[in-house]
C-alpha cells in the first residue's frame, strides 16, 4: 500500500509531476519528508536505512539533489544546525527555535512584499523568510 503525503497525492504522483522516476527508495524519501515535514539528510538517511539497509549516504544525496533541481523539494538553510527539507508547498516563511531547532511554516502574506520588490525594479526568482526565536513550547 502507498502512503499518501500532503494534500492527497502519494509520493508516486509527486515523483511523477516532478517527470521522475517513482523508484522505491523515491518514493521512501518523498515519504519520510513528508511525515517529518523538516528533515535533515541524517534523519532520512536514518529513517530509510531501516527499510533499504544497502542504502548509501550517497544514494540519499543523489535522489534529494534530483528532487531539488525537479522543484519536488526545497532546501531550508539554517543558521543552527545542518540543512533541512520539505516537500515543495505554498509559499511561506520559517521560524526556527534558537533552543530546540524545530522549524515552524509561518503561512504570511508576502505579496505587499514582492509588489516593493518589483516596483524597485528588481525580478525575484524566489523569497525565502526565516525568523530566529524561541517557538511557544520553549517560552
Excluded: W
Amino acid at each position: 500500500m502507498v502512503k499518501q503525503v500532503c494534500s492527497k497525492k502519494t509520493a508516486i504522483d509527486i515523483l511523477k509531476a516532478g517527470n521522475l522516476k517513482a523508484t522505491p527508495q523515491r518514493t521512501e524519501l518523498i515519504n519520510e519528508i513528508s511525515a517529518l515535514g523538516h528533515a535533515s539528510i541524517k534523519i532520512i538517511y536514518k529513517s530509510m536505512k531501516n527499510k533499504f539497509p544497502a542504502i548509501s549516504a550517497a544514494t540519499i544525496y543523489k535522489i534529494i539533489n534530483v528532487c531539488l533541481k525537479r522543484n519536488i523539494i526545497n532546501e531550508i538553510h539554517i543558521a543552527v544546525g545542518k540543512n533541512r527539507y520539505e516537500l515543495k508547498k505554498k509559499p511561506h516563511a520559517h521560524h526556527i527555535c534558537t533552543i530546540c531547532c524545530k522549524i515552524f511554516d509561518l503561512y504570511l502574506n508576502s505579496e505587499s512584499l514582492l509588489e516593493q520588490v518589483e516596483n524597485k525594479g528588481y525580478s525575484p526568482l524566489r523569497c525565502e523568510i526565516y525568523f530566529y526565536g524561541i517557538c511557544p513550547d520553549c517560552r
